[in-house]
C-alpha cells in the first residue's frame, strides 16, 4: 500500500515512515522544505498550509493518509503561539481536504492524530472512547475544533480514525527526553507530591497502533495509551533508576506555577500540561485485537 504522511519529518512521523516501508509499503511524506530521499520507497513532497499549496503529485496511488501536523503545544501559550498551534492544525486537514476534492485519487481512509488532551483532569474518573467529557481549556478545545474538522472527510466519503495519543514515551523525543535532560543534571522535580495520572504509551506502541487502526479498519476515536497509567512521581522514579540518580529532588508548591502564569493569562498552561492529570482507557484497541509491546513501565529498559 501507498501512504500520504503530513508531519512526517517529527518524532512520531519519521519513526512510523521507517515502520511502513520495513512492512514492505511506501511512503509518501509533505514537508515544508524540498528533501531527496535515498530510499526509492520514500518521496518528499513540498506544501504549505498556512496559504493552502500542496504539490498534487503527492496524492498519485496514495490509499492511506495518516495525519501527523501540527505545531508543538509544548510552548508557552502567548496569544500568537496558540493561534499558530490551531491554525496549524486546521489549514493542514483543509489543505488536504481541497487536494482530495479538486483531484482525483483512491484515498479510502484518513487516520489523523489527536490528543488526550480533550479529556478534563480528573483524579479517579476513567476516560474511554464514549466519554463526551470535553475540557474547557485551551487545549481541550483545540483538539474539538481538531477532531470535528478532521471528521468533515466523512461527507467526502472517506473513512475516519482519530488517533488521540497519550503521553509519549521516547528517548528521541517528548516528555522523556525532557525529564532526561534535567536527569543529566542530576534534578528530580515533582509538583504538588507528583500524584497526577499520567496516560502514557511507548512510541513503538504508537507506531504499531496506525497500522494496526488501518489494517483492522477501524473508525471513530481509539485512545492510544497503555492499559496502565502511571503517577508522574512514579514517571520520575522510572527515570532514576534507569538513568542517572538525583543529587537533588525537588518537590514544587503549585503558586509556584499558577501565580505567574495567571498574570501572564497562561493558566491553562498549567492545568494541560505542567499538571495534566487523567486516566484514560485503552479497551477499544484491546478490544479489537492490539496487543502492547509495553503495557507497564517496568517493561522499558
Keep these: 500500500m501507498k501512504f500520504l504522511i503530513t508531519g512526517g519529518t517529527g518524532l512520531i512521523g519519521t519513526r512510523l515512515s521507517r515502520s511502513l516501508i520495513e512492512n514492505g509499503h511506501s511512503v509518501n511524506i509533505l514537508s515544508r522544505k524540498f528533501r531527496k ?8 513532497f513540498t506544501w504549505n498550509p498556512e496559504i493552502n499549496v500542496i504539490d498534487k503529485n503527492c496524492i498519485k ?29 486546521i489549514s493542514s486537514l483543509d489543505t488536504i ?32 472512547e464514549n466519554s463526551d467529557n470535553i475540557s474547557n481549556t485551551f487545549l481541550g478545545k483545540i483538539v474539538f475544533d481538531w477532531e470535528l474538522k478532521a471528521k468533515s472527510f466523512e461527507n467526502i466519503n472517506i473513512d475516519i480514525s482519530l488517533i488521540r495519543i497519550g503521553l509519549v514515551l521516547s528517548e528521541r523525543g517528548g516528555i522523556l527526553k525532557k525529564l532526561l535532560q534535567l ?3 542530576r534534578i528530580s522535580s515533582i509538583i504538588e507530591n507528583g500524584e497526577q495520572w499520567q496516560s502514557w504509551i511507548h512510541i513503538e506502541d504508537l507506531v504499531k497502533i496506525f497500522f494496526f487502526v488501518q489494517k483492522n479498519k477501524i473508525n471513530g476515536i481509539i485512545n492510544a495509551v497503555t492499559p496502565n497509567p502511571l503517577t508522574f512521581n512514579e514517571l520520575q522514579k522510572f527515570i532514576s533508576s534507569n538513568y542517572k540518580r538525583p543529587v537533588i529532588s525537588l518537590n514544587l508548591p503549585k503558586f509556584l506555577f499558577t501565580t505567574p502564569l495567571s498574570i501572564l ?3 491553562d498552561f498549567y492545568h494541560d500540561i505542567i499538571a495534566s492529570n487523567k486516566k484514560v482507557s485503552s479497551k477499544k484497541i484491546m478490544k479489537n485485537g492490539y496487543r502492547f509491546l509495553y503495557s507497564s513501565i517496568s517493561q522499558i529498559k
Excluded: C, E
Excluded at 481536504?97 to 478534563?120: C, D, E, F, M, T
Design 265 to 267: 493569562g497562561m493558566l
Design 37 to 44: 530521499s535515498a530510499n526509492p520507497n520514500q518521496n518528499y
Design 61 to 89: 496511488n496514495v490509499d492511506i493518509i495518516i495525519n501527523l501536523a501540527g505545531s508543538s503545544v509544548f510552548s508557552l501559550w502567548t496569544k500568537s503561539n496558540k493561534k499558530k498551534i490551531l491554525n496549524s492544525r
Design 97 to 128: 481536504y481541497n487536494l482530495l476534492i479538486n483531484n482525483k485519487h483512491q484515498v479510502k481512509r484518513i487516520i489523523s492524530a489527536s490528543a488526550i488532551g480533550i479529556y478534563p483532569n480528573h483524579k479517579s474518573k476513567i476516560y474511554d
Design 183 to 185: 536527569n543529566s543534571l
